[in-house]
């Protein structure tokens, strides 16, 4: 199956820093790409559609100017973590489609925000 | 708006039992995708099974299969003689297609527990 990779697995910051997560699509060219987020115990929700070269979708309540995202090519995306509090520490989820209904997930990446 | 309805939030079995999750679902859509995934601890999500909303041809794969009845809105996941590596999380999931072409809703998960 298709191979999507997250980069950090894991991150540690400081209360107030940003902090920016990849997501790529490593050997399909993804037209849409997808952020979810997942507290402990909890389903994901997601957070943001993002097509390649146009603004991203935010669901209602995701404050876009506190998470950034850029999908500057059809194999990477990433999101940004503005000044990052210690409420932002979660599970970050990517998934990256090709338009066909089917989604393939990223690892994800664990922030913890001190 | 589409939701995704996993009725039971934890599930504890002894090892060898079989194991039904439910999932129930709503959409006024015609055309979508039902999944189901296993989030192990590790916390990635393992891909299970994807169905379309046109086939309703239940699936045996191994141990697992699935039975997927459009007329009641359900898209259940049975485990046949569980082991203990079967504990997980389990999710199932509603993906669109056409103009939201993988935007999916997940149900707030099933937590299996197997025993030895």
């Known amino acids: 199956g298709a191979v999507v990779s997250q980069h950090p697995s894991w991150v540690i910051c400081k209360s107030g820093t940003s902090v920016k997560i990849e997501c790529r699509s490593l050997?399909?060219?993804?037209?849409?790409m997808f952020w979810y987020r997942q507290f402990p115990k909890q389903s994901l929700m997601l957070m943001a559609t993002s097509n390649e070269g146009s603004k991203a979708t935010y669901e209602q309540g995701v404050e876009k100017d506190k998470f950034l995202i850029n999908h500057a090519s059809l194999t990477l995306s990433t999101l940004t973590v503005t000044s990052a509090h210690p409420e932002d520490s979660s599970f970050y989820i990517c998934?990256?489609?090709?338009?066909?209904?089917?989604?393939?997930f990223g690892p994800g990446t664990r922030l913890t925000v001190l | 708006a589409q939701k995704v309805t996993q009725a039971q939030t934890e599930i504890s079995v002894v090892e060898k039992e079989d194991v039904t999750l439910d999932c129930v679902y709503e959409t006024r859509d015609t055309t979508y995708y039902l999944f189901w995934y296993k989030q192990p601890p590790s916390g990635e999500l393992v891909f299970l099974i994807r169905r379309n909303s046109f086939d309703e041809q239940n699936e045996i794969s191994g141990r697992y299969s699935w039975n997927f009845q459009k007329s009641t809105s359900s898209f259940n996941f049975t485990i046949t003689a569980s082991q203990v590596v079967d504990s997980a999380v389990y999710f199932c999931?509603?993906?669109?297609?056409?103009?939201?072409?993988?935007?999916?809703?997940f149900g707030d998960g099933t937590t299996l527990t197997v025993k030895p």
């Open positions: 998934s990256a489609s090709q338009g066909h209904g089917e989604q393939f």
């Open positions: 050997d399909f060219q993804a037209t849409t």
């Open positions: 999931a509603l993906s669109e297609v056409g103009t939201n072409a993988g935007k999916s809703t």
